[in-house]
């Protein structure tokens, strides 16, 4: 069965430094993922998806995710955080079915607060 | 394009009190999802509608969740009678009917709150 675990409920960053959130799935097929991320009183947005095609995607804001199959990891990260990047950021990998519909299973989320 | 909006934004009631969360998904998308995320927990898959046919539910947590989408457009929620654990965050997300378009566009949630 699918399932997402990301490592860290909550990670601090200064401005400026590299941002690193980790996520690990389980699949049992070549897995769609995705990361969405949450800004404070707003819904879900998404940061970027891996479909099979390129390894290493390129998302919005300035953040990318590798996908490494011999880790089943799918990191986020970003060069220099800004104090903008605070927010929850969700990973999550897709559960396909029949008649063109999926699910999306998430991990429990990571809190990321930058500091100056 | 409007995304997919949600109503109310907030809701605050009683336990035993009714209440119903409305959605509009992105126009002409067929696949409307419901998901939820108790406090702490993860963000759980509810259920799934294609047009105005419920194709999944199986992560409705009991009876007292009742969902319908009219003529295949919006869609609503109710929960009757609320209990405590019912409280969260209320999330609804739409797709086209695509086998490869695998995202779902999510709207701000619904927050509730059972008192």
């Known amino acids: 069965a699918q399932s997402v675990t990301q490592l860290g409920s909550h990670v601090s960053v200064s401005e400026g430094a590299l941002v690193l959130l980790r996520c690990n799935y389980s699949s049992s097929v070549p897995p769609y993922l995705f990361w969405y991320v949450q800004y404070p009183n707003q819904g879900l947005q998404l940061l970027l998806k891996?479909?099979?095609?390129?390894?290493l995607v390129k998302g919005i804001n300035g953040f990318e995710a590798e996908f490494k199959k011999s880790e089943t990891s799918f990191h986020l990260t970003k060069p220099s955080a800004h104090m903008s990047d605070a927010a929850e950021y969700f990973c999550?990998?897709?559960?396909?079915?029949?008649?063109?519909?999926?699910?999306?299973?998430f991990g429990a989320g990571t809190r990321l607060a930058v500091h100056p | 394009e409007a995304g997919v909006t949600q109503f109310p934004s907030h809701s605050v009631i009683e336990k035993g009190q009714t209440v119903t969360l409305r959605c509009d998904p992105i126009?002409?998308?067929?696949?409307l999802y419901w998901y939820r995320r108790v406090m702490g927990k993860e963000i759980k898959f509810l259920l799934h509608?294609?047009?105005?046919?419920?194709?999944?539910e199986s992560g409705m947590p009991n009876n007292r969740f009742l969902a319908e989408r009219t003529g295949g457009t919006y869609s609503t929620l109710k929960v009757q009678p609320a209990e405590l654990e019912d409280s969260g965050v209320y999330f609804c997300a739409s797709s086209p009917r695509d086998r490869g378009h695998q995202t779902q566009y999510f709207g701000p949630g619904t927050r509730l709150l059972v008192l």
């Open positions: 999550a990998v897709s559960l396909m079915f029949s008649g063109g519909y999926n699910k999306l299973i």
């Open positions: 509608f294609v047009k105005e046919s419920k194709q999944d």
């Open positions: 126009s002409g998308h067929d696949n």
């Open positions: 891996y479909t099979s095609a390129a390894t």
